[in-house]
């Protein structure tokens, strides 16, 4: 069989479905106003909570970087052979100080991280236990490692405590987003950690959203909960969202450190991130700490617009985070009011199946430190002018 006739039917299908993906391009730097494809736009689709991604701190910190002599753009190898240049080792320091762990191992990017973990973790025998929203790259993590893998329905702590009961033999992980990636809402990890210790079973967080975002100099979920992380709790973050930079870490005991250095395939076998890129990380790390205003101002606008957009009838998931999902049913229904939007200015991407479940196809808004007021205001009137627009057509 050729590559054409197994595929051309998939992507036709793809089509047919409202499925089909495409990568809108741009000329522009990752800020609120773009050029997307060509349209002028508000982004109000990127991670970029804290306007990290083109902070002219950051950007000094590079120029500077490339100036030294010390200092090469590519990293040349692995970790473990001669990749891991001060600055990975610097930021690695950085990261666990700054969350109280006893140390953090950098990875290429958060998915890599996820993979690693549970592979390195988890042998025959043993079980996972994954809130069923966890984002894919936890998912795939799993299926990877030689676990079983056991879902539970999205913070449902009943659900959790028998899937957890029922295990009798091997160990068992817990694994959940901090923040959900496409529904904001934040996992109950006061419950979870106390269900996590009480049946011995290992608690692994990805707080990929939560980082910078939330709790004191940005510490994720577990700070804005009141929480610490026992010496069986793992935590992942990723730098490409928050913090504006790429790559990811993990960060808990000593042992997990060393296990991962050991024994985690895709850490070992790979190249190490531009130490370029450390650098900058180590800059946007700092400029995460510090920016407590940023962090107020996000609060701000995630409260307007929740008032804003109830105001009109808009259908919300119970969010305090900039992850802001409007609900709306259909791929078709999404689809038609993001290319509204778009004509009117404001880039909002429509989450579709699979990467939701089907029927809760949705707008997935994401609110930045960086948006002014004013944008945020025509964006909640452009959602008003859709709706009014929507309500004449025929229904999809
Ligand atoms: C984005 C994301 C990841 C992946 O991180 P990358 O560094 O982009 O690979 C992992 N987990 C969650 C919850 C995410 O949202």
């Not at 590519?74 to 140390?103: C, F, M, Q, Y």
């Not at 069986?232 to 990723?238: C, P, S, Y």
């Amino acid at each position: 069989m050729s590559i054409e006739s197994r595929f051309q039917p998939l992507l036709k299908q793809r089509a047919q479905q409202h499925l089909y993906r495409q990568r809108p391009l741009t000329f522009s730097a990752q800020q609120p106003e773009m050029q997307i494809n060509g349209l002028p736009v508000i982004n109000f689709s990127s991670n970029d909570y804290l306007g990290l991604a083109n902070d002219p701190q950051i950007k000094e910190a590079v120029i500077k970087g490339l100036q030294d002599t010390n200092l090469s753009y590519g990293s040349g190898a692995a970790h473990l052979v001669t990749g891991h240049h001060l600055h990975h080792h610097l930021l690695e320091d950085e990261i666990a100080d700054w969350l109280g762990a006893e140390r953090a191992l950098l990875f290429s990017t958060g998915y890599m991280a996820n993979l690693a973990v549970q592979q390195t973790l988890m042998q025959k025998g043993d079980t996972i236990l994954a809130d069923k929203l966890n984002h894919a790259s936890l998912i795939d993590g799993a299926l990877h490692s030689e676990a079983n893998l056991k879902r539970y329905p999205h913070l449902d702590m009943k659900a959790l405590e028998r899937r957890l009961q029922k295990i009798e033999t091997g160990q068992a992980l817990i694994t959940t987003d901090g923040v959900f990636s496409m529904d904001g809402d934040i996992a109950p990890l006061t419950q979870i950690l106390t269900l996590s210790e009480s049946q011995q079973a290992w608690l692994m967080v990805d707080d990929a959203h939560g980082f910078g975002m939330l709790g004191q100099q940005g510490k994720g979920c577990f700070d804005v909960l009141n929480l610490k992380p026992t010496t069986n709790t793992i935590l992942v973050g990723t730098l490409g969202k928050a913090f504006g930079t790429s790559g990811a870490f993990v960060a808990g005991s000593q042992t997990l450190i060393e296990s991962l250095i050991q024994f985690a395939r895709p850490y070992i076998y790979t190249t190490a991130m531009s130490p370029i890129n450390a650098l900058a990380s180590r800059t946007a790390l700092k400029r995460v700490i510090e920016a407590k205003s940023e962090r107020e101002r996000l609060k701000q606008h995630i409260q307007t617009f929740r008032e804003g957009a109830q105001s009109l009838g808009l259908q919300l998931w119970p969010s305090q985070s900039a992850i802001q999902p409007i609900i709306l049913g259909s791929s078709a229904l999404a689809i038609a009011w993001s290319e509204a939007l778009k004509k009117k200015g404001f880039w909002v991407t429509a989450i579709r199946p699979p990467t939701v479940p089907a029927g809760q196809a949705r707008l997935r808004v994401t609110l930045s430190a960086s948006h002014s007021t004013e944008q945020l205001d025509a964006l909640l009137l452009a959602l008003k002018q859709v709706q009014e627009s929507e309500k004449h057509q025929e229904p999809l």
